[in-house]
Structure formats: structure tokens, C-alpha cells
């Protein structure tokens, strides 16, 4: 099981590090159509199916890592830290939107603070540079310690 749980969550921070990048390297014309696809076209169902999905992998997750022994302090720790890094990270985006930037309606508020954040990355720099820098550290563990990599003898 742990070796599941340490490909599975590799996998899931090299995802989590591309979602970053690509609000940064995408132009603007290509993020909005995509949100439009997704909340125009698709009515939003798209999120709902990727939210679906994603609390299942959550649930994998959690029963993989309590099944693997997990030392109830750090466990407690990163999550009180990751919920309040996205808090914060959210807060952000607070500043309404100008006009030519704002989705058409109707405007639920998911959709509102999704092109919020497809208009403005940058706004949660802190909060980005500070994930960023915690995967990263938490890939090289996986790599080194998880796997043995990059190790010598």
C-alpha cells in the first residue's frame, strides 16, 4: 500500500505543479475559452464530474495513508497549513473583475472566482511561490527517501 500511495501522490503533485505553470504560460484568449467551454458550454458539468472524481482519489488517498500508519501530529499540521494556504491563496481574488474580464450570465460564484483567477494568477503569488516550494520539496522525499532515488551508496 505504501508504494501505491507514494506513486499515486507523486503523480497528483506533478499535476498539481503543471496547474500552476499553465496559469502563467497560457495566453489570455486560450484561458477564456476554456472557461467558457466549461461554464457556458458545459453548463459547469465538467466541475462537477472532475469534483466527483477527485474527492473519490481523496478518499484513496486518505484510506492509503492511514492504512500505512500516519503520525497523527504532522498529519494534523499539513492540514490545518494546506486549508489556510488555500484560504488565502482565495482571499486573493476579492477585487471585483472589469467588465470585458467577467463571465456572461449567470454568474454562480464558482464561476466568478474561476475567472477571477484565470484573469489574475499572479495575485496569489505568495500562496503559489509557497505551494510550489512544498511540492517540490515533497516530490524530492518521494523521489529520494519513497523510491531511493538520486541516492548514493
Given amino acids: ?33 476554456g472557461l467558457d467551454t ?26 492509503l495513508v492511514f492504512a500505512s500508519g500516519v503520525e497523527y501530529l504532522s498529519f494534523t499540521t499539513g492540514l490545518l497549513v494546506g486549508m ?4 488565502l491563496y482565495f482571499h486573493r481574488f476579492s477585487d471585483p473583475l472589469p467588465p470585458e474580464k467577467s463571465p456572461q450570465p449567470p454568474i454562480t460564484a464558482l ?3 474561476s475567472y477571477s483567477i484565470q484573469a489574475n494568477p499572479g495575485k496569489a503569488w505568495r500562496e503559489l511561490m509557497l505551494m510550489t516550494l512544498l511540492f517540490v520539496w515533497s516530490l524530492y522525499m518521494l523521489a529520494t527517501r519513497g523510491f531511493g532515488l538520486f541516492t548514493h551508496h
Fill in 38 to 63: 466549461v461554464y457556458v458550454q458545459g453548463n459547469g458539468k465538467v466541475v462537477r464530474i472532475f469534483d466527483n472524481v477527485t474527492l473519490v482519489f481523496t478518499l484513496v488517498l486518505l484510506a
Fill in 84 to 87: 489556510t494556504i488555500i484560504q
Fill in 111 to 113: 464561476k466568478m472566482l
Fill in 1 to 33: 500500500m505504501s508504494t501505491t500511495l507514494k506513486v499515486l501522490l507523486s503523480l497528483y503533485i506533478l499535476y498539481a505543479l503543471l496547474k500552476f505553470f499553465e496559469f502563467f504560460f497560457r495566453d489570455e484568449e486560450t484561458k477564456r475559452k
